[in-house]
């Protein structure tokens, strides 16, 4: 398959609705795509550059922006693949283009670009989690300070807004954040995915 090509979806009246757990680091996205996908009895994808450091010793480099990306695609493929109505996706190819610029500037394919944007337009609905929970250290975190916290938690709320794209931002404590996520959930599959705006 043609690079451009690599980040169209079906678009189908079958195909489920893409949700997207989204936002900065140590914000319980990985939890909260497993708890919703638990809750709903749907598949989830996995963020892939977790496999692919732990798979490399923890080294990532520009080189490896390509395949990271392909990665995560297909993890989001194959999760929607098992879906019926929704499937959950633990961050998406927008979120990888915005580390690529914070981490190696310049260095993100085009196609990588592209796909993102074509692919945040057919998302449902983005959770947007914020940054009002303790940092959790982690090899694979970049920003344990208060100022690149917040930082990174207000270029992930810009990247929405500025594509006014719909999304429920996700706050307060762990059992507040579910129960607006899962209440978030059911409104979108109620009616239309611009309906779950909040």
């Not at 098992?82 to 190696?104: E, P, S």
């Not at 006014?164 to 996700?170: F, M, V």
Request: proline residues 6%; aromatic residues 8%.
């Amino acid at each position: 398959m043609a690079a451009e090509h690599e980040g169209r979806e079906d678009p189908g009246m079958n195909a489920p609705r893409r949700v997207v757990i989204f936002g900065t680091e140590s914000t319980g996205k990985t939890i909260l795509a497993e708890r919703l996908a638990s809750h709903f009895g749907e598949p989830w994808s996995a963020e892939f550059v977790r496999e692919f450091w732990d798979a490399h010793g923890g080294v990532i480099t520009e080189a490896d922006l390509d395949a990271i990306a392909r990665g995560q695609l297909a993890n989001e493929k194959a999760a929607a693949a098992r879906a019926r109505r929704v499937v959950f996706c633990d961050t998406d190819l927008l979120t990888c283009t915005l580390w690529d610029d914070l981490l190696f500037p310049g260095a993100c394919p085009a196609w990588v670009r592209a796909a993102a944007e074509e692919r945040a337009r057919q998302a449902a609905l983005y959770l947007l989690c914020d940054a009002d929970v303790p940092f959790a250290p982690d090899p694979q975190r970049c920003f344990p300070d208060a100022a690149g916290r917040e930082r990174s938690r207000q270029l992930m709320r810009d990247a929405l807004s500025s594509r006014q794209l719909p999304c429920c931002e996700i706050c307060g404590d762990w059992p507040e954040r579910e129960r607006t996520a899962i209440a978030a959930v059911e409104q979108l599959l109620r009616g239309s995915p611009r309906e779950a705006s909040g």
